[in-house]
């Protein structure tokens, strides 16, 4: 089979495959060693008090290892003026691994797959960009100022604490990912039906937890990412908030503990760039508002973790004209499960 014989196959095949793919994943990640170890989130999930989309601020012990392993659906709403070609649904997998450099510095590996379907066109597969992160963990006591995070401030001790948390988030992505992918037809899928960008991306942030009160912790985030120009076309920057409410509604001790998470999650993204068609595409980016609650169930040293996410107010770029973008969605639902040792 020829080069391009293989790229079709890839194109609008496997989505059996995939979720072979995943569920080896997942096996991996319960049983560590066992198996070789676009937009989708990472469900950075260990401790008490840990969001599901937006970004703790805790890190990791000193020499502390997470794991994880996450799918997102999203279903996206059709239109009769995008027939016969409506995008119809996204999957992301993501395998994500964590390690304490120190009790103030985690890194992070974030791994995805990704299936993006479009009707008549068919199935787009493949691994997707491979992702580092590192956060750079501090706290503010009223009693002693600020200070970087020590043994006792990791997330695996996190308790109700008079201290503020906070992180600052410096990440790149590497282009590793499949971007030539072709339709049933041979014909090659647009950059945003990719599971790869073709090139690097840029994120930077930071993220504050606090504990109000005992059983109620608040997280708030803020992110930007920053996409570079390949093969004369650019996707949008995203610049994120997020602020997430977790709250204990049964704890056992040592044994497990159920938590209610809800997230108000705004995302506004730049408009694309194609030098093809002269500069900025204007129907492309805009600002969207998720509301998304979820339910977060610990018991060491796992994590399981359900979160809906509905598109609640918009403001897109020549709405009428977009289909299958941020914000079309019918709901995006993610699962996601961790462990750290």
Same mark, same amino acid.
Do not use: C
């Given at each position: 089979?020829?080069?391009?014989?293989?790229?079709?196959?890839?194109?609008?095949?496997?989505?059996?495959?995939?979720?072979?793919?995943?569920?080896?994943?997942?096996?991996?990640?319960?049983?560590?060693?066992? !198996?070789?170890?676009?937009?989708?989130?990472?469900?950075?999930?260990?401790?008490?008090?840990?969001?599901?989309?937006?970004?703790?601020?805790?890190?990791?012990?000193?020499?502390?290892?997470?794991?994880?392993?996450?799918?997102?659906?999203?279903?996206?709403? $059709?239109?009769?003026?995008?027939?016969?070609?409506?995008?119809?649904?996204?999957?992301?997998?993501?395998?994500?691994? @964590?390690?304490?450099?120190?009790?103030?510095?985690?890194?992070?590996?974030?791994?995805?797959?990704?299936?993006?379907?479009?009707?008549?066109?068919? !199935?787009?597969?493949?691994?997707?960009?491979?992702?580092?992160?590192?956060?750079?963990?501090?706290?503010?006591?009223?009693?002693? @100022? #600020?200070?970087? =995070?020590?043994?006792?401030?990791?997330?695996?001790?996190?308790?109700? !604490?008079?201290?503020?948390? *906070?992180?600052?988030?410096? @990440?790149?992505?590497?282009? !590793?990912?499949?971007?030539?992918?072709? %339709?049933?037809?041979?014909?090659?899928?647009?950059?945003?039906?990719?599971?790869? *960008?073709?090139?690097?991306?840029?994120?930077?942030?930071?993220?504050?937890?606090?504990?109000?009160?005992?059983?109620?912790?608040?997280?708030?985030?803020?992110?930007?990412?920053?996409?570079?120009? $390949? %093969?004369?076309?650019?996707?949008? =920057?995203?610049?994120?908030?997020?602020?997430?409410?977790?709250?204990?509604?049964?704890? $056992?001790?040592?044994?497990?503990?159920?938590?209610?998470?809800?997230?108000?999650?705004?995302?506004?993204?730049?408009?694309?760039?194609?030098?093809?068609?002269?500069?900025?595409?204007? =129907?492309?980016?805009?600002?969207?508002?998720?509301?998304?609650?979820?339910?977060?169930? =610990?018991?060491?040293?796992?994590?399981?973790?359900?979160?809906?996410? #509905?598109?609640?107010? $918009?403001?897109?770029?020549?709405?009428?004209?977009?289909?299958?973008?941020?914000?079309?969605?019918?709901?995006?639902?993610?699962?996601?499960?961790?462990? *750290?040792?």
């Amino acid at each position: 089979m020829g080069e391009k014989e293989m790229r079709k196959e890839k194109g609008h095949g496997g989505r059996r495959g995939s979720y072979i793919l995943f569920l080896a994943a997942m096996w991996g990640l319960l049983f560590p060693g066992s !198996t070789l170890a676009h937009h989708g989130g990472v469900s950075l999930g260990y401790g008490p008090g840990s969001p599901v989309e937006a970004f703790s601020s805790l890190t990791l012990p000193e020499g502390g290892v997470f794991t994880m392993a996450r799918v997102e659906q999203v279903e996206y709403r $059709k239109y009769h003026w995008a027939e016969p070609e409506n995008k119809d649904a996204f999957t992301f997998y993501t395998l994500g691994l @964590g390690y304490g450099i120190k009790p103030y510095l985690t890194g992070f590996l974030f791994l995805p797959y990704t299936i993006k379907t479009q009707d008549h066109l068919g !199935t787009s597969y493949g691994g997707g960009d491979a992702k580092f992160l590192f956060s750079l963990g501090g706290n503010y006591d009223p009693n002693k @100022g #600020f200070g970087l =995070n020590r043994a006792e401030d990791t997330a695996i001790t996190f308790e109700a !604490t008079k201290k503020t948390y *906070f992180a600052l988030i410096l @990440g790149s992505s590497v282009p !590793t990912g499949e971007s030539h992918n072709e %339709d049933r037809f041979g014909e090659e899928f647009e950059r945003g039906m990719q599971p790869g *960008f073709r090139s690097p991306t840029l994120t930077v942030g930071a993220s504050v937890t606090r504990s109000l009160f005992h059983g109620f912790t608040v997280v708030g985030d803020v992110l930007y990412d920053v996409f570079f120009k $390949k %093969d004369d076309f650019k996707f949008g =920057n995203e610049f994120r908030i997020d602020l997430a409410g977790i709250y204990d509604i049964y704890t $056992k001790p040592g044994v497990s503990a159920l938590e209610a998470v809800l997230e108000l999650n705004l995302l506004h993204v730049a408009k694309d760039e194609d030098e093809a068609a002269g500069g900025k595409v204007p =129907n492309s980016g805009g600002t969207i508002l998720y509301l998304s609650p979820g339910l977060r169930y =610990n018991f060491p040293p796992f994590s399981l973790a359900l979160l809906l996410k #509905f598109p609640v107010a $918009k403001d897109l770029n020549r709405q009428s004209e977009q289909q299958g973008a941020e914000g079309l969605e019918s709901f995006r639902g993610v699962l996601a499960i961790s462990a *750290f040792f």
